[in-house]
Nanobody, 122 residues
Framework: VQLQAYGGGLVQAGGSLRLSCLAS????????MAWFRQAPGKEREFVAG????????YYPDSMKGRFTISRDNANKMVYLQMISLTPEDTATYYC????????????????WGKGTQVTVSS
């Protein structure tokens, strides 16, 4: 199983970015998909998750309103739309998959992709 995240880059504060993740070789419609991020010197944190069954999205309170996760089951893609970015959003962003999408903790994830770097300049 390969999860390939892309779309990161350098953006100015206040800007927007959309990350994408292709989940090739995965029975995509059975998996919840999630985004995590890890900033230098900090622990990896949950950013957003989306269930496979009904597409219901989950966010920690700190991410609500600025981040939107979505999925395209036909093309095995998951997206993270980010708006109003701040330098505090600078991190490596990872996509991950969890069977049935029943839990969103880091330890619950079954598969991880390599990250994509997001850098927000002030």
């Amino acid at each position: 199983v390969q999860l390939q995240a892309y779309g990161g880059g350098l953006v100015q504060a206040g800007g927007s970015l959309r990350l994408s993740c292709l989940a090739s070789s995965l029975s995509f419609s059975r998996y919840g998909m999630a985004w995590f991020r890890q900033a230098p010197g900090k622990e990896r944190e949950f950013v957003a998750g989306i269930r496979p069954s009904d597409g219901r999205a989950y966010y920690p309170d700190s991410m609500k309103g600025r981040f939107t996760i979505s999925r395209d089951n036909a093309n095995k893609m998951v997206y993270l739309q980010m708006i109003s970015l701040t330098p505090e959003d600078t991190a490596t962003y990872y996509c991950a998959a969890q069977l049935f999408g029943t839990a969103w903790s880091e330890g619950a994830m079954d598969y991880w992709g390599k990250g994509t770097q997001v850098t927000v300049s002030s």
